[in-house]
């Protein structure tokens, strides 16, 4: 990780931040492994106590830096996945409210994300609804002065354990399409709102399936802002997906290279032959594009450049794909100790899997560097 926060495009502040996260990393990351819901409660409090949720929310009008998330995102994904999605959602889950809540909406819930106080959860996907938002069915009507919300989210992390939950519903009619959709911040505990399933995936955290039944919510943004709302706040922590990929990945690296360098192969070791110097070559190739197109798309990002968008997909789509090859390498190189349940490498396979799809999966990073290009064409 040392290279990369050498490059330009990071600057001493970040290096300082590298430094905090190594030390919270080597105290803390490796003893949070197995109950979900209670180690995910102690990791966001641990890293609250550590001043480390505050780079999660805006700050004094401005948004999170990017750059600081790609750099704990990477740091923390190559110690613990669990971690680094403790991290990441309390910056996704109040995201909107960072770019695009009031004054009092800020005042009253970013503080409590970065002091751990409330957990937070990003509500999105509906069961018949993944990467096509602009479609989503949950309801939202006025009723009693406010919102009230009736539907399904599913997919939903944090689902179980959220104090406070970005969640968007139809206001409008379904032909308004994206037009009609609204944002709104609902209250962990409101009656209106229950876990209707708890869902297990391959790489365990608290995912659930949530039920609203005339949930109260309170408008975030403009009514018919929705969509953009959702929208913004993914481009925001897309390119943080990128660089937990990266962390995933350099670790699959260094694995690799401790088991290969003391594997005995004959009378030398598997290090010295030459298809896995070749697979070795090849990981670091990879690793080093992907640090390059993250850099590179947090640096536009924080500075405000135009063509961020594009790159932001070309960083996330490289990162995780390559993410996903590298480790599966290094799965491969481990022979049946790859596989074999408690090996780095195969919790790494489990990890990776489910960043090719969320924030937007490898289809829809692709189609959104396709239209980019035939934009600029066709102007």
Same mark, same amino acid.
């Given at each position: ?7 330009? $495009?990071?600057?001493?502040?970040? %290096? ?6 190594? *030390? ?25 106590? !550590? ?21 704990? #995102? ?10 680094? $999605? ?34 937070? !959860? +990003? ?10 938002? !602009? ?12 919102? %009230? ?36 911040? =609902? ?7 229950? =876990? ?12 659930? #399936? ?5 949930? #109260? ?10 969509? @953009? ?9 897309? =390119?943080?997906?990128? /660089? ?5 990945? &350099? ?6 290279? /401790? $088991? ?18 070749? &697979? ?16 590179? /798309? !947090? ?41 074999? =349940?408690?090996?780095?490498? *195969?919790?790494? +396979? ?5 960043? #090719? ?5 490898? *289809? ?5 560097? /396709? %239209?980019?290009?035939? @934009?600029?064409?066709?102007?």
């Amino acid at each position: 990780m040392t290279d990369w926060l050498r490059w330009p $495009f990071f600057e001493d502040r970040h %290096r300082d931040l590298a430094k905090r996260l190594d *030390e919270w990393c080597e105290a803390n990351a490796g003893h949070h492994t197995d109950d979900v819901d209670r180690d995910c409660r102690a990791l966001v409090g641990s890293l609250a106590d !550590a001043g480390l949720l505050k780079f999660c929310v805006a700050s004094e009008g401005a948004p999170p830096d990017v750059r600081s998330l790609s750099i704990a #995102r990477s740091a923390l994904a190559y110690h613990s996945g669990l971690a680094d $999605f403790a991290f990441a959602m309390q910056g996704l889950g109040s995201g909107a409210v960072s770019l695009f809540g009031s004054d009092e909406q800020k005042a009253q819930w970013l503080p409590k994300v970065a002091s751990g106080e409330a957990i937070a !959860a +990003y509500a999105l996907t509906e069961p018949e609804t993944g990467s096509d938002a !602009a479609n989503i069915a949950m309801r939202a009507e006025r009723a009693d002065g406010g919102w %009230r919300l009736t539907g399904e989210k599913s997919y939903i992390s944090n689902g179980t354990i959220a104090g406070m939950l970005t969640v968007f519903a139809r206001t409008g009619s379904a032909e308004d399409g994206a037009k009609g959709i609204s944002a709104f911040i =609902v209250r962990g505990d409101d009656p209106g709102l229950t =876990v209707a399933e708890r869902i297990d995936v391959i790489a365990p955290h608290p995912l659930a #399936r949530l039920k609203f039944d005339r949930g #109260r919510g309170e408008l975030l943004g403009s009514q018919g802002e929705g969509f @953009k709302v959702a929208m913004e706040t993914l481009n925001l922590f897309r =390119v943080t997906v990128g /660089a937990a990929s990266l962390g995933f990945a &350099r670790r699959a690296l260094d694995e690799a290279l /401790a $088991f290969a360098s003391s594997r005995k192969l004959g009378s030398a070791t598997l290090a010295d032959n030459a298809v896995t110097q070749d &697979r070795l070559g090849e990981m670091a190739t990879m690793i080093d594009a992907s640090a390059l197109l993250i850099a590179r /798309a !947090a640096w536009q990002q924080d500075a405000g450049t135009g063509g961020n968008r594009r790159a932001a997909a070309m960083a996330k789509l490289h990162a995780t794909e390559t993410a996903q090859k590298v480790i599966d390498m290094a799965v491969q190189m481990h022979g049946g100790l790859g596989v074999t =349940v408690g090996a780095k490498v *195969e919790e790494l +396979y489990r990890e990776i899997r489910s960043l #090719r799809i969320y924030e937007g999966a490898s *289809e829809v990073q692709r189609q959104i560097i /396709a %239209r980019s290009l035939l @934009k600029e064409v066709r102007q």
